[in-house]
């Protein structure tokens, strides 16, 4: 993609709907659609029902843009609906009884990816699209990377000069309004293009979505980096106009204060502009929660507050235990970790690459991962609070999880409860070569069991060989009563058999 390059869109400058969640209490599903208009463009009426007129909240005017939210009721019933300029869009919005759930991640590549025809780039939208005329999906979970945005650092003149400077003039140089405005630009431009391709704003007007973002949302590795270049002022300063495009275009809310990129913290976000769901009121860390009947979906923030040491920080810590515990009793929980919790054994490659000058490239991407030799203790920790969950609390708990562009499944054996985790990425990132996938495995092979007589275990996906499936692929949940079920797509190779969660 070119500087500052964006998609024409259908409708003479009009982006939209993108529909999200809000939850439901199995009489009232709440939504919200996002629309953007050119400025002082008037904006369609939004209908819900074909009744109710909606008035939307006018959360951001940027670029000549200008950012609104539509909040809205509608049944909880499976032939729900709202129209938005002249045109109808169903919506499953019974989450009461039999539920179809789909999980993506990993939306796009490192590099060319808009470079490819759409046809192939979307395969997968276009066969979840097939699904969900099938059977309606009432929920659409992403995993993070929803956008691979490394290609900001192209997106100015100056900013291609800080990435090829030394580190003394890196940390000297200021983060300047002109360098805002075209990071911030890129990163609006950006999610705009992907979510006006038509295979992806098809669903994302028909099936309501929960986002949680991952590194490439933001840049490859953000929080995984050396602790000075995370503290220039510049890095600071992509960060925060990042966060401003994910608030605006995977939470549907505005990120007020102007992130300026030289203070060790982002000004708070005003509390009443968050959506409820948000679990940190000043909006240091994201997180957030939303209950559905005998269901709560759950995602850690894993990248307002990671430094090279930490994954969560501690606002992420503080409200993650409360937030659990308040799970109304018998929900099962969808705890959505964007990077995997259970993995492969990772301290013995991160051994030989500090033995290895050249490969310690490589480090942030090991850094990564909870399985990290750096996040042990951090790690034990998580799997701990969600063994005391799980067994304290009485809920099964199931963990989705994308970002390591194969598919896979592992099993966290506590006292009482077995944990499933369930990989699916990417939905649109190509495969990587089957001996990358066979390596994976071998690490699995050796096994890591952080935790004393609980161990974490990677499997095959059924009738599936090897432990990681080098395909893309996207990840069904499905409830029928009480009995959950889960099952991969994978391109090439077709459906996985059910999988018992």
Not at 86 to 111: K, R, W
């Amino acid at each position: 993609m070119t500087e500052n390059q964006v998609s024409t869109p259908s409708r003479d400058g009009l982006f939209g709907p993108f529909l999200f969640a809000r939850g439901s209490d199995g009489t009232t599903t709440r939504l919200a659609a996002l629309v953007i208009a050119p400025e002082g463009a008037k904006v369609p009426e939004l209908r819900a029902m074909g009744r109710d007129l909606i008035t939307p909240e006018k959360l951001a005017t940027l670029f000549d843009r200008t950012y609104w939210r539509f909040d809205f009721d509608v049944p909880a019933t499976s032939d729900a609906h709202y129209s938005f300029d002249n045109e109808t869009y169903p919506v499953c919005a019974d989450m009461t009884a039999d539920l179809h759930i789909g999980f993506v991640s990993c939306n796009g590549q490192e590099d060319g990816d808009l470079d490819r025809p759409l046809e192939d780039r979307n395969a997968l939208w276009s066969d979840l699209a097939d699904q969900h005329e099938k059977r309606p999906f009432s929920l659409l979970l992403h995993g993070g990377d929803q956008i691979y945005a490394d290609g900001v650092w192209q997106c100015h003149a100056d900013i291609r000069a800080w990435k090829k400077a030394r580190r003394g003039q890196k940390l000297k140089t200021a983060f300047s309004d002109e360098m805002r405005d075209a990071v911030l630009k890129f990163y609006l431009d950006y999610y705009l293009t992907i979510y006006d391709q038509p295979q992806i704003s098809h669903m994302l007007a028909r099936v309501p979505s929960l986002m949680m973002w991952d590194d490439h949302d933001i840049f490859d590795g953000w929080g995984s980096h050396k602790k000075w270049f995370q503290g220039a002022a510049v890095a600071r300063g992509m960060f925060a106009c990042a966060r401003e495009a994910f608030c605006l275009m995977q939470l549907g809310t505005s990120a007020d204060g102007r992130p300026d990129g030289l203070s060790d913290a982002l000004p708070d976000t005003e509390p009443d502009r968050l959506p409820d769901m948000v679990l940190d009121r000043t909006g240091k860390s994201l997180a957030w929660k939303v209950d559905f009947p005998g269901m709560t979906v759950i995602a850690p923030d894993l990248r307002s507050e990671r430094t090279p040491e930490v994954i969560m920080g501690d606002h992420g810590w503080r409200d993650i235990a409360p937030a659990l515990e308040s799970i109304p009793k018998g929900n099962r929980i969808l705890l959505m970790s964007s990077v995997p919790v259970i993995g492969p054994r990772l301290s013995l490659v991160e051994f030989f690459l500090h033995m290895m000058p050249s490969a310690q490239k490589y480090e942030d991407d090991l850094r990564d991962q909870w399985q990290s030799r750096w996040h042990r203790r951090e790690w034990c920790r998580f799997l701990e609070l969600l063994e005391r969950i799980a067994n304290d609390h009485d809920h099964e708990i199931t963990i989705v999880s994308g970002e390591i562009h194969v598919a896979t499944r592992g099993t966290f054996e506590t006292m009482g409860k077995t944990i499933h985790q369930l990989v699916a990425s990417g939905i649109s990132h190509t495969a990587p070569p089957k001996a990358f996938a066979r390596a994976l495995g071998l690490l699995a092979w050796i096994g890591d069991h952080p935790l004393p007589e609980r161990p974490t275990k990677l499997k095959p996906l059924p009738d599936r060989k090897g432990v990681y499936c080098a395909a893309r692929n996207y990840l069904t949940l499905t409830r029928k009563g009480k009995n959950w079920d889960a099952k991969w797509h994978l391109e090439g190779i077709g459906w996985t058999p059910d999988l018992k969660v």
